[in-house]
């Protein structure tokens, strides 16, 4: 009987301490702009493409882990969040190749998402 509570109390506390664990949000910022007379001037209403394909070798092509696209706001500005994607206690978690595009300006970039907080990375378009 003691055995059998005492292992009932370890239980409880671990089950109590897990429930109380917050993981905090994993978010890729992206900030587009250009540069006009030196200045750098926000891109509103760009197209910006996170990806980051699979496996690649000279036969096969992999499918994309990641291809999400949102447009930038006024101020050249937009959020991605991967907190759904993230699982605790991985190591590491992408580094997603940026694309920016409006009209005739592109962009490329690279951001390095690291899990449980805010990436951000400026792209220059021209």
């Given at each position: 009987m003691n055995?059998?509570?005492?292992?009932?109390?370890?239980?409880?506390?671990?089950?109590?301490?897990?429930?109380?664990?917050?993981m905090d949000?994993?978010?890729?910022n992206v900030y587009v702009v250009r540069m006009?007379?030196?200045?750098?001037?926000?891109?509103?209403?760009?197209?910006?493409?996170?990806?980051?394909?699979?496996?690649?070798d000279d036969?096969?092509?992999?499918?994309?882990?990641?291809?999400t696209t949102q447009v930038t706001t006024n101020e050249g500005f937009t959020s991605f969040?991967?907190?759904?994607?993230y699982v605790a206690g991985q190591a590491g978690f992408a580094v997603l190749d940026v694309e920016c595009t409006k009209?005739?300006?592109e962009g490329k970039?690279?951001?390095r998402i690291e899990e449980m907080v805010t990436n951000e990375v400026t792209i220059t378009m021209e």
């Open positions: 055995r059998f509570f005492s292992f009932s109390l370890i239980a409880s506390v671990m089950l109590f301490l897990a429930g109380c664990y917050e949000e994993t978010v890729a006009e007379a030196g200045e750098e001037v926000p891109v509103s209403d760009a197209n910006v493409r996170l990806y980051a394909l699979g496996s690649l036969d096969f092509v992999g499918e994309p882990r990641f291809d969040n991967f907190s759904s994607y009209g005739a300006l970039g690279l951001i």
